[in-house]
């Protein structure tokens, strides 16, 4: 389990943590969410004993970690970051920044590790390539290949998915979740785009002016948002007064045939993204509706609201 204990992180006196205390146990899979600026790369580093803090602890299997400031290489090998600088060894090969993780093994097992992550990470035809000519987004791929090879408890990753392209992006998504059910290395991540988290966490971390203002299981937090903020770290949300109330909801969270808020629209467009149809309403009073589905809703002139259940744990 890695655990911290009321850590506070500033730097020039602006607060970037203030007094975080949550763990994460083995195996489980964790997303951190929040605005830019609101502490979350910092909080990775924390968690991987990266960065220093000002107060607190910062606990990993009952003992305190040292801190890079106390420490003569920083970090652990237990506790594999994947940064946003990624770290290589630029004028080695891609084969060989990987190999540098592996040494420990027998030859054989070397090579069959070696051969699968960069498999996974679609970079076994470069593997004699010089790491300073690959592009970011190979950069990125290799680092996470170096972090994987490592067989570490935890992994952090940082933005891990930015630089791919669809079809990767979800490969590399089934390889972790696949990872962690065999090996049960708990893995975290940070994204701007929590959208793209919701298949793969079982926790998601909101973090906001460097505090933990919740920490629930994603469904939750997708059709349960506290805050329109908090909502839009997830994707589209509707948002309507009724009687003096807030109403947040997703645009999957409707029905035609019954419920107990009616709400009159006005249609105004769709548009077809190949798995579903967004379409496009107006209230009586002007405020933008998204509602979805499988046909586009041309003929609809009222809906009502069905929120979705709290997803039992």
Do not use: W
């Amino acid at each position: 389990m890695l655990e911290l204990q009321n850590v506070s992180l500033k730097f020039n006196e602006k607060v970037i943590l203030e007094d975080i205390s949550c763990s994460i146990g083995a195996g489980e899979i964790v997303g951190i969410i929040g605005k830019s600026g609101m502490g979350k790369t910092s909080l990775l580093k924390v968690m991987s004993a990266h960065l220093e803090v000002n107060s607190g602890k910062v606990i990993y299997a009952g003992k305190a970690l040292i801190g890079p400031n106390e420490k003569l290489i920083t970090g652990y090998e237990d506790l594999q970051i994947v940064n946003q600088d990624f770290a290589l060894d630029l004028y080695h090969t891609v084969e060989e920044n990987v190999r540098e993780k592996v040494l420990h093994l027998p030859k054989k097992e070397q090579l069959i590790l070696i051969d699968e992550v960069l498999s996974l990470v679609e970079l076994d035809h470069l593997r004699l390539q010089k790491a300073h000519l690959l592009s970011g987004g190979e950069q990125q791929r290799l680092a996470l290949a170096r972090a994987l090879a490592c067989e570490p408890t935890f992994i952090f990753l940082d933005e891990p998915f930015v630089h791919l392209d669809q079809a990767l992006r979800f490969r590399i998504m089934n390889y972790l979740k696949r990872l962690n059910e065999v090996r049960n290395i708990a893995i975290v991540l940070v994204s701007h785009d929590g959208s793209e988290l919701m298949g793969l966490v079982n926790r998601l971390l909101h973090l906001q002016n460097g505090k933990i203002v919740r920490d629930d299981h994603p469904h939750n937090l997708f059709y349960q948002p506290v805050s329109v903020e908090q909502a839009e770290l997830l994707g589209t949300i509707n948002q309507l007064e009724i009687k003096g109330d807030e109403i947040l909801f997703r645009p999957n969270e409707y029905s035609l045939d019954s419920g107990s808020i009616k709400i009159e629209v006005g249609f105004k467009r769709s548009l077809n993204t190949g798995l579903l149809v967004l379409n496009y309403f107006v209230t009586p009073n002007g405020t933008n509706i998204v509602l979805s589905s499988k046909h586009e809703l041309k003929s609809v002139d009222h809906f009502y609201i069905q929120k979705r259940d709290e997803h039992q744990s």
